[in-house]
C-alpha cells in the first residue's frame, strides 16, 4: 500500500482498510479547514487503486471495512467506482461495507439510481460535512453550497438506502450566531433525519482564514460553557427518528452519546449538570490527541 501526504478518516473507520483513490479534496476552500493543504486534488489512476488493492489482498487476511480516501472519492465517474467495488468484492468476499467521505457537490452530481447502484456493489455509508443549517453561515466558511443543497443531498441519500452520517460544528458562526447555528442546524438536520450526527467543536488551524479572522478581532470563538449552551439549545429543537448522536470527537470539550429521540432528554440533562460544573472540561491541549 502505498499513500501520498496526510490521510485523514472518520473516527469510526478506525479499523478499516484505507485505499486511497483521490488526492486531496475537490473544494478544499473551506475557511476552517487545514486537511489536503498539502495536495492538489486529482483522481489517481485505476490501476494504481486496484494495484494497492491486490497488495493488500497480500498483506491482510481478513478485511472486514474498507474506507475510500481522500476528501470526496464519491467524486469518481460511476463507472470507475463500479470497477473499484467489484474488485474490492473479488478480493475481500468477507468485507461487509465500504465508506466514503462526500461532498454536497458529489451526491447532488449522482442520480438516485447511481446511488442505488452504488449500494449495492458495496457502498454503505456516506459521510457528508453539513458544518451548519444557517445559509449565512455557509457562506462566511465558504462551503461552497447551500443549506437547501443540504438537504437535497442528504435525502437523496436516505433514499438510495446508504447510510448517511452527518457532521455539524460548534462555534463555526462564532459567539454572535450561537442561536443561529443552533436553530438552523436543528432545522436542516430534521429535514434530512440522518442516521447518524455528529457535533464537532471547532478547533482553530494554523494557516487557516478563519484563524487570521481570530487574530485580526473579526470571528470570536466560543468559551466553553457558550458551546454546552449551543449545543443544547440544538438538542432542544431537532426533530428526528432513531439517529445516534455523538458529540466525542477528540475536539469536543465534553463527551455524550446516546440516540435521538429517546435520549435526548438525558442528553440535556447531562449538558446542564455539565454547566453547573459537575463534569469537567477536557483541557484544551487533550483536545488535539
Known amino acids: 500500500m502505498e499513500y501520498e501526504g496526510t490521510v485523514y478518516r472518520p473516527p469510526s473507520e478506525a479499523y478499516s482498510l484505507i485505499v486511497q483513490v483521490t488526492i486531496g479534496c475537490s473544494h478544499n476552500g473551506c475557511k476552517f479547514c487545514s486537511m489536503y493543504k498539502d495536495k492538489k486534488f486529482r483522481v489517481r489512476e485505476l490501476k494504481d487503486i486496484i494495484a494497492d488493492l491486490e497488495q493488500a489482498k497480500l498483506d491482510y487476511s481478513v478485511v472486514k471495512r474498507i474506507?475510500?480516501?481522500?476528501?470526496?472519492?464519491?467524486?469518481?465517474e460511476t463507472s470507475k467506482l463500479r470497477?473499484?467495488?467489484?474488485?474490492?468484492?473479488?478480493?475481500?468476499?468477507?468485507?461487509e461495507r465500504?465508506?466514503?467521505y462526500a461532498t454536497p457537490k458529489d451526491i447532488l452530481a449522482k442520480s438516485l439510481e447511481e446511488l442505488r447502484a452504488l449500494k449495492e456493489l458495496g457502498i454503505g455509508i456516506l459521510y457528508l460535512g453539513v458544518e451548519s443549517g444557517s445559509n449565512e453561515i455557509l457562506k462566511s466558511i465558504n462551503k461552497g453550497v447551500t443549506a437547501e443543497n443540504l438537504i437535497i443531498a442528504g435525502r437523496k441519500v436516505k433514499e438510495s438506502g446508504i447510510k448517511l452520517s452527518t457532521t455539524l460544528i460548534s462555534g463555526i458562526g462564532g459567539r454572535e450566531k450561537i442561536s443561529e447555528n443552533a436553530i438552523e442546524s436543528a432545522k436542516l438536520i430534521s429535514a434530512?433525519?440522518?442516521?447518524?450526527?455528529g457535533f464537532l467543536t471547532l478547533m482553530l488551524e494554523n494557516g487557516t482564514p478563519i484563524y487570521k479572522d481570530v487574530q485580526d478581532d473579526i470571528f470570536h470563538i466560543l468559551t466553553e460553557d457558550e458551546v454546552m449552551f449551543e449545543l443544547r439549545e440544538f438538542l432542544e429543537n431537532v426533530e428526528v427518528t432513531n439517529c445516534i448522536f455523538r458529540s466525542n470527537h477528540a475536539s469536543n470539550y465534553i463527551s455524550l452519546s446516546g440516540t435521538m429521540p429517546?435520549?435526548?432528554?438525558?442528553l440535556l440533562a447531562d449538558i446542564d449538570l455539565?454547566?453547573?460544573?459537575?463534569?469537567?472540561?477536557k483541557q484544551e491541549e487533550y483536545r488535539r490527541l
Open 274 to 281: 455539565t454547566l453547573k460544573g459537575k463534569y469537567l472540561y
Open 83 to 95: 470497477m473499484i467495488l467489484l474488485k474490492i468484492k473479488e478480493l475481500f468476499p468477507g468485507c
Open 98 to 100: 465500504v465508506g466514503v
Open 67 to 76: 474506507f475510500l480516501a481522500d476528501g470526496d472519492a464519491l467524486v469518481l
Open 192 to 197: 434530512i433525519n440522518p442516521d447518524y450526527v
Open 262 to 266: 429517546g435520549d435526548k432528554d438525558k
